[in-house]
């Protein structure tokens, strides 16, 4: 353990956004600790961090719901500040089973903030969504956008900004910024990390790979019939590796004098995609083919939503470099290694 290096808790840090974060924080010179469960991340995601970052990960295995073991892990390795990205995020079982998103998203936090305010570590980066928006009244949007829920899941988003608003109040050092990510997507550069999730994907990018790979029959695009310019929905898709990147941005500026206690701000490309111009761009991009049809719409979609990225530009001097195609390249890349993979075992 370099002692020099601040060290920072990455609760979730084994999962999809949590692992490109570890490898950004390793790059920026700082020490990450993971702390996660593995409800729903592979635990040979660790060696193959190890084998990115070159160096040896910092892993304890459990939630964020053990209190008492947070604050040990706090104190083993002086833990200077706080990614916090540990939680469940299926729109579609959140509406099947509240009660798993408000123990787990309204209790992990609950807990983390308890052994912090214990141990006095004051810096917090929340991983929260731009969910939090639910039916936007004017796109791009920005932070100052009204904020409702859809779903449980996203009353679980918008009820932790809501504590954590709460709690600076209370807290006079402390120190938190929000990120509200768009839709990530993408993988890293090497191949050996990208999105995979357990069970069959709900999100579009896993599936358009997914099934380009074979493994899914067809992806089926969930209405063409709305108000958009070819009829599918809209989304700002940013590139995992980019979002990673707004997290090191964010640790820094907690650590600048210009921080106030707390900081909401969007994580976005500003750009808005179809879920054709998706599926287009990916059979362009990647030279292969995809099985889809259009199907009836899914309920509970948004039509079109983008962000107003100003404000990350502005206090966080972070913006995204990475295009929707990089995002494509890089996905089926990490699908192609890990089909490979798997059928070598
Ligand atoms: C969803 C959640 C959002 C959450 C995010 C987490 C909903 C309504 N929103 O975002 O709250 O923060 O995931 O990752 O579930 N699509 C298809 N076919 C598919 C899959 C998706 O056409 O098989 C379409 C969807 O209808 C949507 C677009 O692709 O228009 C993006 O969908 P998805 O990746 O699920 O993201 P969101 O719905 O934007």
Redesign the pocket.
Known sequence: MDKLKKHILVTGGAGYIGSHTVVALTEAGFQPVILDDFRNAHPDVIDRLEEITQTQILCERSSCHDTDLLESIIEKYNIWGVIHFAAD????ESVENPLKYFDNNLGGLISLLKAMKSKGVHRLVFSS???VYGLPKTIPVTENEEVSY??P??FT?LINEQMLEQFVQAEEQFKTVLLR?F??VGAHASGLIGEEPRGV?????P?ITQTAAGIRKE?????DDYETSDG????DYIHVVDLAEAHVKALEFIDSDKSASLEVINIGTGNGTS?KE?IDTFVSTCDTSLNWRI?P??S???PA?YADAALAKEKLNWEAKLTVKDALRSAWNYQQKRVQKTSEL
């Not at 994907?201 to 990018?205: A, E, K």
């Not at 599918?232 to 989304?235: A, D, E, F, P």
Request: charged share 15%; with cysteine; hydrophobic share 35%.
């Open positions: 995020k299926a729109v579609g969504s731009c969910t859809n779903s899941y996203g988003k990510y839709n990530p994907p709900t999100n579009l990018l599936f992806l089926v695009v969930h209405g599918t929905c809209i989304r879920v998706m199907g719409r899914r509970g979609d948004v939503i």
